[in-house]
Each structure stands twice: as C-alpha cells, then as structure tokens.
C-alpha cells in the first residue's frame, strides 16, 4: 500500500478509512493532501475487496481547518505547479475542485465522519460524499466571502442540491461559522454523534452496505442518483433506468439477490466493480477543462 505523508489510508473488512493527516496543521488542506487523497481514491476504486469508503480527519479537534495559506503549505491551492499570474490563463484550476470532481466519480459510496471543524475546503470537499455524519463538536464554515474569494471546489453545483438554494446562499453570503445541529437541521449531515460514537456510526452504515448489497448495484445507482438527478427531464433517467435494470436483471449477482432471499440467507454476490459493470457504463462523456 502506498505510503502516504498527508493522509492515512486503511482497508479492513472490505471497509476503506481515508483520514486527512496533518495533525500540527489541524488537517489543513494542500496540493500534497490533494494529490494523495486522489491517489487513494484510485486505490479504493481498483480494489474490488473494498465496498465503502470512510472519510475523516486525525484527532477529536478538525477534520479539515481549510486550505492551508501559509508558505510551507503552498499558499492558494491551485493544482497547476506553476501558476501563472494571468488568472484569465486556462490552465488554472482549483485544487479543491479537482479532489471534488475525483469524488463524485467514486465507484464506492463515500461516507463521511466530520469530527470536528470543517471550514472553506473542509466543508465543500465534503460535499460529494453520499452520507455525512458529525460529531457534535463539528463546525462548518463556507467563509470565502469573508476571505475576499468565492466558494470553490465546485460547491456551486453541490451545496444548493443538498440543502437548496436559500440555505446555501445564506451560508456562502455570510460565511459565518454554524454548528453541527443546524447543518443537521438544513440537511447538511444525515445525523451527530458523540464524539467516541462517530466512528462506529460511519462504519456501521458501510457495514450495511458491505454485508448485503451488490457491489455493481451500489456503484450503478451511485452514478445514477448523482447525474441523473440533475437531469433536465425524466426521460433523460428513463433511459439508463431502462437500460440498467435489464443488463443487471441478468447478472449473477441479480440471481444471486433473488437465491439468496428465498433461501433466508446471507448474499454473496460474485460480480465485480472492476469486471462486470453494464456494458454502456459510463453512459456519459466526461466534460474536459477548458
């Protein structure tokens, strides 16, 4: 397994824990975090042994206390090693963005344990997660107004679908810091947990995704609630639905699901993520940067 100097990557019982590591820095976010956190995320998807994947920081204080600014961490998080002063130069992009668009095309459903503050790249990078949790000492913050910039990491697509547009506004136009029972309130986080219970919260719902679900189930629908969601029309998801349901209705893991319930047993599903997704998958093309 690679080793990692930002970030911790842990793969157990067919649970992967990603936890940001920067313990001096309150797991301030970098260019290093942003590239290892990718690189781990290539790992989980290629692994076929892993079926979910946790996220969370180091310590009970921050998951992530932003971007770092400062020298030793590379100042403004552009993923372009050498930025250019003409900020109109096409070559610039956003480092946050480039972890949140590797997210959103996670093959395994990602499940985020906030335990602690999460402030600017902290909060959004969180927003592609399919299930956030908190502890009930998390902080959240989109502060960028007040830093003078703007929200990042593609959370103008992101925020406004999790907690609609009047809520995100709010928080973006404000930028004031709000604690984990109003983002619980506003839909931010599925639910807040003691301290010490975080963890196990976040691995018993990957735990119920392990045990008894279909790995090319999970992966398909995951692809297919977050574009599809945002699609124009109804037909639009009418078609892959169409599609989907006949390819995987004879698959082995299919029979197996149907075997597996009449039997009164516990499925074991034989299809893979890496050798057995639809055969039209991915039904989308990839929009370049430009």
């Not at 985020?112 to 790249?121: D, E, L, M, R």
């Amino acid at each position: 397994m690679t080793d990692y100097s930002q970030i911790k990557l842990d793969i157990a019982d067919g649970v992967a824990t990603i936890a940001l590591h920067r313990p001096e820095k309150m797991n301030a976010f970098t260019r290093a975090m942003m590239a290892e956190f990718i690189d781990a995320l290539d790992t989980t998807d290629a692994d076929d042994s892993v079926r979910a994947v946790i996220v969370t920081g180091h310590g009970d204080r921050a998951f992530c206390a932003g971007a770092d600014l400062t020298p030793e961490g590379g100042g403004h998080v552009f993923s372009d090693p050498n930025p250019v002063e003409d900020l109109s130069d096409q070559r610039v992009r956003d480092g946050g963005g480039r972890l949140t668009l590797r997210l959103f095309n996670s093959k395994k459903p990602l499940i985020g344990a906030c335990n602690g503050v999460a402030v600017g790249v902290g909060a959004t990078m969180q927003l592609p997660f399919d299930i956030r949790l908190a502890s009930d000492n998390a902080r959240f913050g989109f502060v960028f107004a007040r830093r003078g910039i703007t929200p990042e990491a593609a959370s103008s697509w992101f925020l406004p679908r999790l907690v609609g547009m009047q809520t995100a506004l709010e928080w973006c136009m404000t930028g004031r810091i709000f604690d984990a029972g109003e983002a619980l309130d506003r839909g931010l986080v599925r639910s807040v947990h003691p301290q010490g219970d975080l963890m196990d919260a976040a691995r018993g719902i990957a735990r119920e995704i392990a045990d008894n679900t279909s790995a090319v189930s999970v992966a398909m629908t995951r692809a297919m609630l977050w574009r599809l969601g945002a699609g124009g029309h109804p037909m639009d998801a009418h078609r892959i639905d169409s599609r989907s349901i006949y390819r995987l209705s004879r698959s082995k893991d299919a029979k197996e699901g149907v075997a597996s319930f009449l039997e009164k047993r516990s499925p074991r599903y034989p299809d893979t993520v890496s050798k057995d997704m639809p055969d039209f998958y991915p039904w989308w093309e990839e929009p370049e940067y430009r």
